[in-house]
Each structure stands twice: as C-alpha cells, then as structure tokens.
T-cell receptor, first 114, second 108 residues
Framework: DAGVTQSPTHLIKTRGQHVTLRCSPI?????VSWYQQVLGQGPQFIFQ???????GRGNFPDRFSARQFPNYSSELNVNALLLGDSALYLC?????????????FGPGTRLTVL | GQQLNQSPQSMFIQEGEDVSMNCTSS?????WLWYKQEPGEGPVLLIA?????ELTSNGRLTAQFGITRKDSFLNISASIPSDVGIYFC????????FGTGTRLKVLA
C-alpha cells in the first residue's frame, strides 16, 4: 500500500518568491495536515483540511495558505518567502478509527530559502 | 509555538539496555501518539494511546497514557542499533502538538 507522498523532495528558493508544495494522502484518508519542522525541533502544526474544508489553523502568518482537492490531495502555498521559512514541510494524512485520530506522515519537502 | 516537554533530551545507551522516556504537558489531552524520526525522513507512527491509564505494546516498545492525562511514557526493551533516531511524543485531537524530542543513540 502506498503511503503519504510529497513533492518535490527538495526545493531551493530565494527571499520574496512563492512556493507550492504537494501532498497525496493514503488511499481512503480524507484528512490532510501540514506541519513545519525547523531543524532541531518537533513539527509545528500549520493546517488541517478535512473533506476539502479547513478544519484548523496553527499560529502561522497569512503568507501560508492551503487547499484540498476533490481527490483529497492537498497543496501548501507560501508567499513572500523569508529566510526563516527554511524547514522540512511535512504532510500527514489521517483516518479516524473507532478510538481516535492517527496521523501518518510523508517523507517531507526540504525547503531552503536563500 | 506550544510544545510538550520531553525528557531526556538525549541519551546514549549500550545495545541490549532498556530505554525509558517521558512526555509531559500542562494541559489535558485525549490522545497521545509516539513517533520515531530518522534523518531526512518523516516521523513514523509507533504507538497510539486514547485512554487514561492505557498501556499498549508494539514489539519491544511499550507506551502508557498517564492517569492524569497530562503525561505519557515510552519504553524500549533490549535496544538494538537500529533503534537510533529521534523519538517524539504528540498530543491533541486533529491539531497535534509535538514534544521537543528525545535523541537516542545506541552503542554496539
């Protein structure tokens, strides 16, 4: 079974540019979450989408936006890139089991802003 | 951003030893997840806990959801070199808060 896939794996941008990251969830999962992981820290929640609707948003500026498509894949967009946006961006798909909500992560997209 | 407190921050152990780490929060949560992350990869889900007092095992790994619902523990028995990595706890509902991580190194 295919896990969560993300593209691209690596990306280099310069300050002020825009970036789009993509994620395909595990088949059958309707929810996608995005996290930012800065080197040496745990992942920080950015967004969650469920059934194409934004379900939650973390403490990130409006430069960060996302959307979910009818096939449940998702895009994360970041405008006006700053040096501090350099990080590993993780996508997680989830299914709500009888007990709770387990999130499964993709390999991430490594974004470097110069 | 808000994070959970994990301890220890790092540990070096000999192969075959048992490992214990914990995670604490000032808030009550309904779910605790434990992940392992290796360099250049995304976190891999190890164990999920949904009920206070719950004790769950996955091979050599055992995790417990604290009675107070503000903490969780992960134990690894008879460690092997491939256990090396960063272990994260996470708690929440759909919006998960992650711990600061415990970096484990196993000496053969």
């Amino acid at each position: 079974d295919a896990g969560v896939t993300q593209s691209p794996t690596h990306l280099i941008k310069t300050r002020g540019q825009h970036v789009t990251l993509r994620c395909s969830p595990i088949s059958g999962h309707k929810s996608v979450s995005w996290y930012q992981q800065v080197l040496g820290q745990g992942p920080q929640f950015i967004f969650q989408y469920y059934e194409k609707e934004e379900r939650g948003r973390g403490n990130f500026p409006d430069r960060f936006s996302a959307r979910q498509f009818p096939n449940y894949s998702s895009e994360l967009n970041v405008n006006a890139l700053l040096l501090g946006d350099s990080a590993l961006y993780l996508c997680a798909s989830s299914v709500t089991s009888g007990k709770g909500n387990e999130q499964f992560f993709g390999p991430g997209t490594r974004l470097t802003v110069l | 951003g808000q994070q959970l407190n994990q301890s220890p921050q790092s540990m070096f152990i000999q192969e075959g030893e048992d490992v214990s780490m914990n995670c604490t929060s000032s808030s009550i949560f309904n779910t605790w997840l434990w992940y392992k992350q290796e360099p250049g990869e995304g976190p891999v889900l190890l164990i999920a806990l949904y009920k206070a007092g719950e004790l769950t095992s996955n091979g050599r790994l055992t995790a417990q959801f604290g009675i107070t619902r503000k903490d969780s523990f992960l134990n690894i028995s008879a460690s092997i070199p491939s256990d090396v990595g960063i272990y994260f706890c996470a708690s929440g509902t759909y919006k998960y808060i992650f711990g600061t991580g415990t970096r484990l190194k196993v000496l053969a």
